[in-house]
C-alpha cells in the first residue's frame, strides 16, 4: 500500500480536486467569522511553537496539526461543505485541512496536494460506506464525519509525506485508536460538531507524523476483532475495502451543499421552494405544511420538536426540518445568512414553521439512500392543496451537478464579504492553476 500507488490520477479526478479545495476554502473563510471560531484561534495562537502552516482568513502561521485543526473547524461550521450520500462523511472538512497544512509545511507542489485530497476522500468514502453496511453509525450515537474521515485525513497526510507502506498501516492504527466523535450536539445545538471535523483533521496529521518517525499502531485496525468496524459498527468485515485497488472514483462522488444545513433538510428545502415559486403561493395564504421524508431523517431533523421549531441557536437552526424549510420558502435559499443568530430570532420564520408538520414515509423509505427524496404539501387558507416532490437534491454529483458556475458563485458569495473581490478572484484563479504551482502560492493569499 505505498504510495507510489496513487499516483496517476486523471485530470478528470484532479479537476474535480481543485473543486473540493475551493469549496472547503470558501465555507473556511466564511466559517472563521462564526463565534465557534474565536476560542479555537485563540487556543491554536497561544500553543503553536513552529509557524509553518497557515490558518486560513485570519493569515496566522501556526503548528501544522494546529492549521488542519482550526481549518476543519472553520470549514465545517456553516454547514455548507460537501456531503457523502452512502458514507454520511464530509470528507472535505476532514481531509482538505490536514491535505491543506501539510502541503504547506512541506514545501509540496500543488499537484501532490490535489493527488492527496483524491486519497483522502477515497478512503473516508469507504470506510465510511463500509461502517454504514454493517450498521448505522447514527444508531450508536457516533458522528461518522469525525470516525470515519480521521482514516482520510491520516491518508492525505501520508500521500505529502510519502510514508512507506508500512509506515502507512501503522498511521492508519494509530488514527483508528484516535477516532471519535458523538452526536451530542444533537441535544444542546453546542459546537462540538464543528470540533469533531477539525479534531479528526489533526489527528490525522498527528497519526501521519508519529508513523513517519517509527511510532507504530495496531496492523489490522478496521477489520481486527478489536478494530473500529467491530467497535463503532458492531460488525467486522473488509468488503469494498481494498485500497490497494484504489480506483480513485470517490472524490467525485461527494456532492456540493447549496443549502447551509443538514444534508436531510436539503429536498424537503427544495420541494418547498418549489411548490411556492411554481404556483405563486403567497406566504401569509398558507394555513399548513407537511413535510414527509425518509424515516432515518425524523430524528436528526424533526426532533426533540421544541428545539426544532424555535432554535436556541445556529446548530439547532442547521439541524432543524421546519426552520429549514420557512427560512426557506420565505428567502427562495438558505445560505450563511439564513442560518445566523440574526435570522433565527425572525418572527416571520418562526411563525411559519408553526405551521410546518414533517413525518416519516414508509414509502419513501424504499428509496433511500440512493435517492434522498421529500414531498411537500401545502394547504392554503382558501382550502386549495398543491404538492412537489424533489428526489434528488442540487448537488447531487450525476443527476442534479453543480455546474462550475454555480461553484464560483458559491465560493464568491462566501469570499467576498471577507476577503473583498480582488483576493476572492486570485483565490479562483490559483485552485484552477493549483497544478502548476507550489502550495505556498495559493495559501499566501488566503487571508
Known amino acids: 500500500m505505498s504510495s507510489s500507488i496513487f499516483d496517476g490520477f486523471s485530470q478528470e479526478i484532479l479537476s474535480n480536486a481543485k473543486h473540493r479545495v475551493l469549496d472547503f476554502v470558501g465555507c473556511a473563510i466564511a466559517g472563521s467569522r462564526q463565534p465557534s471560531s474565536v476560542p479555537v484561534i485563540a487556543l491554536v495562537r497561544t500553543l503553536s511553537g513552529k509557524k509553518n502552516s497557515t490558518v486560513i482568513a485570519f493569515g496566522d502561521r501556526v503548528d501544522v496539526h494546529y492549521a488542519a485543526l482550526a481549518n476543519g473547524v472553520m470549514g465545517h461550521s456553516v454547514e455548507l461543505e460537501d456531503d457523502h450520500k452512502q458514507s454520511f462523511v464530509h470528507a472535505g472538512v476532514t481531509v482538505v485541512p490536514p491535505a491543506m497544512a501539510m ?231 438558505g445560505s450563511v445568512e439564513e442560518f445566523s443568530e440574526d435570522m433565527i430570532t425572525n418572527p416571520r420564520v418562526l411563525e411559519l414553521a408553526k405551521k410546518i408538520v414533517i413525518e416519516a414515509d414508509r414509502d419513501l423509505d424504499r428509496e433511500y439512500p440512493d435517492s434522498w427524496p421529500a414531498i411537500v404539501e401545502i394547504v392554503t387558507k382558501s382550502g386549495q392543496e398543491y404538492a412537489c416532490r424533489v428526489n434528488v437534491c442540487k448537488g447531487d454529483p450525476i443527476r442534479n451537478p453543480m455546474t462550475e458556475q454555480e461553484l464560483t458563485e458559491k465560493f464568491e458569495a462566501l469570499a467576498m464579504p471577507i476577503l473583498g473581490n480582488g483576493k476572492t478572484e486570485k483565490i479562483i484563479d490559483l485552485v484552477e492553476r493549483l497544478d502548476e504551482i507550489p502550495v505556498k502560492k495559493l495559501t499566501s493569499t488566503l487571508y
Open 103 to 333: 502541503a504547506e509545511s512541506r514545501n509540496a507542489h500543488g499537484r501532490d496536494l490535489l493527488q492527496s485530497v483524491v486519497i483522502g476522500y477515497e478512503v473516508a468514502h469507504k470506510i465510511g460506506k463500509a461502517a454504514a453496511r454493517l450498521g448505522s453509525l447514527y444508531d450508536r450515537g457516533f458522528h461518522p464525519t469525525s470516525v470515519c474521515g480521521v482514516f482520510g485525513a491520516t491518508a492525505a497526510a501520508a500521500k505529502i509525506l510519502n510514508l512507506t507502506e508500512k509506515q502507512i498501516v501503522n498511521a492508519f492504527g494509530i488514527a483508528g485508536s484516535q477516532a471519535s466523535g458523538l452526536l451530542a450536539f444533537l441535544e444542546d445545538g453546542d459546537w462540538s460538531k464543528r470540533f469533531n471535523a477539525g479534531w479528526a483533521a489533526h489527528n490525522g496529521v498527528i497519526a501521519a507524523l508519529l508513523a513517519e518517525r517509527g511510532f507504530t499502531g495496531p496492523h489490522r485496525i478496521l477489520e481486527g476483532e478489536q478494530g473500529v468496524l467491530s467497535a463503532y459498527a458492531g460488525a467486522h468485515e473488509t468488503r469494498g475495502l481494498s485500497i490497494g485497488e484504489l480506483d480513485s472514483s470517490e472524490v467525485v462522488n461527494a456532492f456540493f451543499k447549496p443549502f447551509g444545513c443538514c444534508s436531510d433538510c436539503h429536498t424537503l428545502m427544495e420541494a418547498a421552494i418549489k411548490v411556492v415559486h411554481d404556483n405563486r403561493i403567497h406566504i401569509d395564504d398558507i394555513r399548513s405544511v407537511k413535510g414527509r421524508i425518509y424515516s432515518s431523517a425524523i430524528p436528526l431533523i424533526a426532533q426533540p420538536s421544541e428545539h426544532k421549531f424555535r432554535p436556541r441557536n445556529v446548530v439547532d437552526a442547521q439541524f432543524s426540518g421546519y426552520y429549514a424549510m420557512a427560512v426557506a420558502m420565505l428567502s427562495g435559499k
